[in-house]
């Protein structure tokens, strides 16, 4: 599953992340038609790295987390594009949240996860996915929610090949995540996890602006 291990991984940054995996990942994509899909927004500078050391096409691919009342940060689902949700079913039992509230929260961030299709991509056409080999990139995995939530979505666009690449993540977020991806490629799952972020000297929140212009950047 993982293709390298380096033990407590401490990244400069994003950048410096996405350059430490694209060495993991290259060695599992083809050299032609190769499709980065980074999740916005912490995983584009990361994507944009993989992209640039693949020479492979960078789009991103709009996934929006479920957030417990009261701790955002802990997912209990996700959404991605196609109206895929994805729920952590015994989290959502064990905190007791009724239905009703959790159609709230799910049309809350169908709202947000409306306006960033529109904000990033404008009337851009949808990249094609059919038949080609998807790399998904985020900074990191903890629950894997949102990660599991783009898999289910890219699937039923027909790929050929969905790899999903990250710095770090859970050990067992990864395996999870193989029954829906073809291939998990992480530079390091150290243990015990703690949050993404603290494997990086430098996890600041990435803008809406930085993503447009790393986008474009890598367009142009």
Known sequence: MFSKFRPNPIFKDRRDAGRKLAECVREYVPARDVLVLAL???????????????????????????????????????????????????????????????????????????????????????????????????DGLATGASMRAACLAVREQHPAVIIVAVPVAARETGRELERCADRVVCVATPSPFFAVGSWYEDFSQTTDEEVQQLLAQHSA
Do not use: M, W
């Open 40 to 138: 916005p927004r912490g995983g584009v500078p990361v994507g944009y790295e993989v992209a640039e050391a693949l020479a492979a096409e960078l789009d991103v691919f709009i996934v929006r987390k479920i957030g417990l009342p009261g701790q955002e940060e802990l997912a209990i689902g996700a959404i991605a594009s196609g109206g895929i949700r994805v729920l952590n079913e015994d989290l959502i039992r064990e905190v007791d949240l009724s239905e009703t509230v959790l159609e709230q929260l799910t049309a809350r961030e169908r709202i947000e996860l409306h306006r960033r299709e529109q904000f990033y991509c404008g009337g851009r056409a949808a990249a094609h996915l059919t038949d080609r080999t998807i790399v998904l990139v985020d």
